[in-house]
């Protein structure tokens, strides 16, 4: 009996793995990949970067040279460089693997939910429908281009699995075992958001536990929330290693101060949107960005028709008493979503540690589609049990003509008044240049989703009714549900994101060609986004892989890691603090079109200092002295006093604080090839030189060469020669971490005109060497290596004693 039930388990997961390939059928059979927004512009440069330097330099890629003038690249969580599964795009393929990544996630998502409702005593059926729900429902097919919030979001069931067993059996074993996955979940991709959805479901369903277990059973004292803490803390000293370096990078990034109220709301979710649940493109599409409220973020939060009339049924008829739980979570996702438009969420924005640096709400609806998704599991039992009593079908039926005429009505008029209907649609459709295209078809679109949700809630009647009279069995019935719901959320409420050749990756267009004929050290900068109406390029009127060509060429921020070139722009969610504020104001000349001398100034010694070389232009640029080289879409001009990537500067300027030497950097005086600009802090580091090898006099010229002997992510090599005492700058960010090693010998790294770094150099020969080595990282290493030895030497214990008590 035993073997047969685990056949049919194992049956049901076959089954989801069969039914992840069908859903991404388009993708998995073919060498078609993932393409629609943050998947180019941000996830699969950023994985190439990280895939490539795991092959090439067999190293870890701690640092990215390629964008800003180099960030710190693990530290950043979304990274995902320890994450176990991101081994399919390091052994494989990068294009072939990281989209193979993508869809095991949802297979991932799918069992773990599936494991969480038979661990909830939920049948087979039930639990395959709640993790097609789950896994392929309108939220998490919305975030597959949001890859670090779909990897860590997908592990949530399984957090509450272990959870769950060790209250249920008061088990630290389960403890500790719920530790490692929250690891994992951090590892993903995310410990920000989803950790605090993990937190909250945790938090209530302890909280609650006493009442889950009924009266006389609930275990006493304190042990469910030493539980809870066996399950927490372990778990977030076994993710130390990415923690840490996070921790650090924000401390210098210019999310530490938080972010306003304006932008902790924006992409907040309107209550209106809620009808999505019925009609999934209600309001329009995030692709190509069409949507009413101006929520772009989450495409829909359609669940389909069954599992939403399921998940009612559930909240109302079902005498489970987890309903309470769910029913709690339901409530604080969808509240918390609204964002701005629920007067709670400022108080908490302003008194809840941490919340002012969560933005967009709309993401707490997470918790709403794994509610959803459980209830429409349960409800399914709830749904079976209502067709064994003929005046409960009947009851339902009669509540649910109510919905059924009102869509049939609307379909009946957009048929029979469609101009009519069209005249009142278009009379609330935004107006706007760029919306003004997408009315019409944004129209038949409504008609078409809600036809369709009146044909499924007409099969559902069907299904009700023959129930209901015996002329359909239970296992027919729940098979004709979970058919009808997969083909309901593929066909329907799937959104109709873009796909492309896995070969256009490795497409270089006029732009990468004519940069690849310089064989120097440079960086570029584009300044296409200043004249691009739309975020991500989605334009209706075109196919999207000819869109991708048009960014290629204008090589937008991040796509130039494929082609190694080297940018002063990226596009992130952590931006460094120095840099931003040396680099901005010169970025407002071109943002702002500004013609003062003193602006443009500014601008012309920022971008000398910082060896960009080519501006990438849609326009003509006038005024600053660049030479024009490559005329086309975009305009290629050079900077002719650009710069090398490193270069010695004879003077040394002190200013008492960084705040000074940025005022020192804005004023007249600021001569970037010849001075140097630090604070009294760094000016201390600086050792005395030898009394023959002084700096050089005031006005006397500096004689010096520099090459390059090795250019990777985290180390660099150089070999230099200057005729006297002399301040190396090397134009990268400086960031702790980073040692400096002149003929073996370690020296200060100096931060220098605000944000890059530098050394002091002797007169002489020189073997210079740059290496990243945060020791952040070696502590987070070592803190989660005792931690991993510590959760296995406490569960190998548990496990020994609990045999031994067997």
């Known amino acids: 009996m035993i073997l047969e039930r685990k056949k049919t388990t194992l ?34 440069p950023r994985r190439f970067f990280a895939a490539e330097t795991i092959r090439q330099e067999a190293a870890l890629p701690l640092w990215n040279p390629y964008i800003a003038c180099g960030v710190p690249f693990q530290a950043n ?23 193979y990544f993508v869809v095991l996630h949802y297979f991932i998502g799918a069992l773990c939910m599936f494991l969480l409702m038979r661990q909830w005593k939920s049948t087979r059926w039930e639990a395959l429908l709640a993790a097609v729900v789950f896994a392929f429902g309108g939220y998490l097919v919305s975030i597959n281009d949001n890859v ?35 690891g994992l979940q951090v590892f993903a991709g995310d410990a920000s958001f989803y950790l ?22 609930a275990r006493a004292g304190a042990r469910p929330w030493a539980l809870l803490g066996t399950a927490w803390v372990p778990g977030l000293l076994l993710a130390s290693v990415q923690i840490l370096p996070f921790i650090e990078f924000v401390l210098n990034s210019v999310r530490i101060d938080g972010v306003g109220f304006d932008r902790a709301t924006k992409w907040s979710y309107h209550p209106l949107e809620l009808i999505q649940l019925i009609v999934p ?61 629920n007067p709670l969420y400022e108080y908490l924005y302003r008194f809840l540690p941490g919340l002012n640096m969560v933005t967009y709400p709309v ?69 706007t240049e760029y919306l003004e295209p997408y009315c019409r078809p944004q129209f038949y679109l409504l008609l078409k989703d809600v036809s369709a949700a009146l044909v499924v809630i007409i099969l559902f009647v069907l299904i009700a009714w023959a129930a209901g009279r015996g002329r359909l069995g239970r296992q027919a019935a729940f098979l004709i549900v979970i058919v009808i719901t997969c083909a309901d959320l593929t066909f329907i409420g799937k959104p109709r994101e873009p796909i492309i050749d896995e070969s256009a990756f490795l497409h270089k267009g006029t732009t990468v060609q004519f940069l690849e004929e310089d064989t120097s050290v440079f960086r570029i900068y584009t300044l296409s986004r200043f004249v691009t109406q739309w975020r991500f390029q989605h334009v209706y009127y075109l196919p999207f892989e000819q869109v991708y060509r048009v960014c290629q060429d204008l090589v937008r921020a991040n796509l130039n890691m494929y082609n190694h ?34 602006d443009i100034d500014y601008c012309k010694n920022v971008l000398n200092l910082l060896n960009i070389r080519y501006i990438l232009s849609p326009y003509a640029l006038d005024g600053y002295g660049f030479n024009l080289v490559k005329d086309g879409k975009p305009k290629i001009y050079e900077n002719p006093t650009a710069l090398p990537r490193v270069f010695f500067a004879r003077e040394c300027v002190v200013a008492d604080t960084q705040e000074g030497v940025l005022e020192m950097m804005k004023g007249e005086g600021f001569d970037p090839e010849q001075k140097i600009y630090i604070s009294r802090a760094e000016a201390e580091k600086i050792e005395t030189p030898s009394s023959d090898k002084s700096p050089s006099p005031a006005g006397e010229p500096l004689a010096w060469t520099a090459s390059f002997n090795e250019y990777t992510p985290n180390r660099i090599t150089l070999e230099t020669e200057t005729d006297r005492y002399a301040f190396l ?78």
């Open 11 to 44: 049956l049901c997961i076959a089954l989801l793995f069969v039914m992840t390939l069908l859903f991404f059928a388009p993708v998995v059979f073919s060498s078609k990949t993932f393409i629609s927004r943050d998947h180019y512009v941000f996830f699969n």
């Open 77 to 99: 969580l979304q990274s995902s460089v320890f994450y176990p599964p991101s081994l399919l795009y390091y052994v494989l393929p990068f294009q072939k693997g990281f989209k």
């Open 148 to 182: 670090a919030f779909l990897t860590a979001g997908v592990w949530l069931p399984l957090v509450l699995v272990c959870h769950h067993r060790a209250l249920e059996r008061g088990s630290f074993f389960y403890a500790l075992v719920t530790a490692m996955v929250i």
């Open 196 to 217: 605090l959805a993990s937190l909250i479901c945790t938090c209530c369903y302890t909280l609650l536990w006493p009442f889950i277990r009924g009266p006389g059973s």
């Open 281 to 341: 493109y209600f309001g329009g599409t995030t692709v190509p960005e069409t949507r009413w409220f101006g929520q772009y973020w989450l495409d829909t939060f359609y669940i389909g028709i069954f599992p939403l009339i399921c998940a009612i049924l559930f909240f109302v008829c079902a005498k489970d008493r987890i309903k309470i739980v769910l029913g709690i979570l339901l409530a604080v996702g969808i509240l918390l979503s609204f964002g701005k438009y």
């Open 363 to 431: 993401k707490f609806l997470f918790i709403g589609s794994f509610v959803l998704a459980v209830a429409a599991g349960k409800g399914m039992g709830s749904f079976w049990e209502m067709c064994r009593d003929k005046k409960s079908v009947q009851r339902f039926l009669t509540v649910l003509a109510v919905p059924t005429l009102v869509l049939a009505a609307f379909v009946v008029s957009g048929s029979l008044l469609q101009q009519e209907l069209y005249d009142v649609f278009s009379s609330l459709y935004p107006k």
């Open 565 to 598: 070139i080297y940018s002063v722009e990226e596009c992130s969610a952590v931006l460094s603090r120095p840099f931003y504020d040396v680099f901005l104001p010169a970025e407002y000349c071109f943002a702002q079109g500004r013609t003062e001398l003193a």
């Open 729 to 806: 700058v090397f134009s990268d960010n400086y960031y702790p971490g980073w040692k400096a090693f002149v003929d073996g010998r370690e020296v200060p790294v100096l931060r220098v005109d605000h944000t890059l770094k530098g050394i002091a150099v002797e007169q002489g020969v020189h073997r210079i060497e740059f290496v990243f080595q945060p020791a952040v990282l070696t502590i987070g290493a070592c803190i989660s290596i005792g931690a991993l030895f510590g959760i296995c030497l406490g569960l190998y214990m548990l496990y020994n004693r609990r045999k031994r008590k067997l």
